[in-house]
């Protein structure tokens, strides 16, 4: 079975421009969460998608939504970016969402 | 909102020494994953809790649930090289799908 696949690997992009990230879960799962890692601030939730329907979304600002599609393949988008959205965004799926997740490589996002 | 915490953040051991990372909810947990990340890679499972006062083990790890339910920790006996990266707890409370990942705590091993 093919892996969890983000693309693209790495992004710059400058303050105030927006952005989408991509993953393409494990065949067959339908739940889909991201995750933004800083070393600041470790592994922060954004949000999970089951089935096409937001189940859960973490602390973060407007800026960041996201989707997910029949395939249940899901984007992420996060609008007027800010310095401090420089971070490694990490998606995982897993079968349900209840049991373990399988992480993708991540999308390493560098904001200038 | 839930927190979970680790201790320590960051320990540097020889290799064949022993580790233990501490994991705290601030809530009780329905289950309880670990995670460990590896330099420059993705977090990879490890394995899954769900009982009160489990104890499960994988060759040199050993994995604990607390009575309560609120913490969890994970011994490495006698450690290798290949055990550096940072070993994640995650939690969740409830029905909830949600998964609250700990601070994380960062293990070097040296010869």
């Known amino acids: 079975k093919a892996g969890v696949t983000q693309t693209p690997r790495y992004l710059i992009k400058t303050r105030g421009q927006q952005v989408t990230l991509s993953c393409s879960p494990i065949s067959g799962h339908r739940s889909v969460s991201w995750y933004q890692q800083t070393p600041g601030q470790g592994l922060q939730f954004l949000f999970e998608?089951?089935?096409?329907?937001?189940?859960n979304k973490g602390n973060f600002p407007g800026r960041f939504s996201g989707r997910q599609f029949s395939n249940s393949r899901s984007e992420m988008n996060v609008s007027t970016l800010e310095l401090g959205d420089s971070a490694l965004y990490l998606c995982?799926?897993?079968?349900?969402?209840?049991?373990?997740?399988?992480f993708g490589p991540g999308t390493r996002l560098t904001v200038l | 909102g839930q927190q979970v915490m680790q201790i320590p953040q960051y320990q540097h051991v020889q290799e064949g020494e022993d580790f233990t990372t501490y994991c705290n909810s601030s809530?009780?947990?329905?289950?309880i994953q670990w995670y460990k990340q590896r330099p420059g890679g993705h977090p990879v499972f490890l394995i899954q809790?769900?009982?009160?006062?489990e104890v499960k083990k994988q060759k040199r790890l050993t994995f604990q649930f607390g009575e309560a339910k609120k913490n969890s920790s994970l011994h490495i006996t006698a450690t290798q090289t290949t055990d550096v990266g940072t070993y994640f707890c995650a939690g969740r409370s409830g029905t909830a799908s949600k998964l609250t990942f700990g601070t994380g705590t960062r293990l070097q091993v040296t010869l």
């Open positions: 998608y089951f089935s096409e329907t937001q189940r």
């Open positions: 809790l769900v009982k009160s006062g």
């Open positions: 809530t009780t947990l329905s289950n």
């Open positions: 995982a799926s897993s079968g349900t969402g209840n049991n373990e997740q399988f």
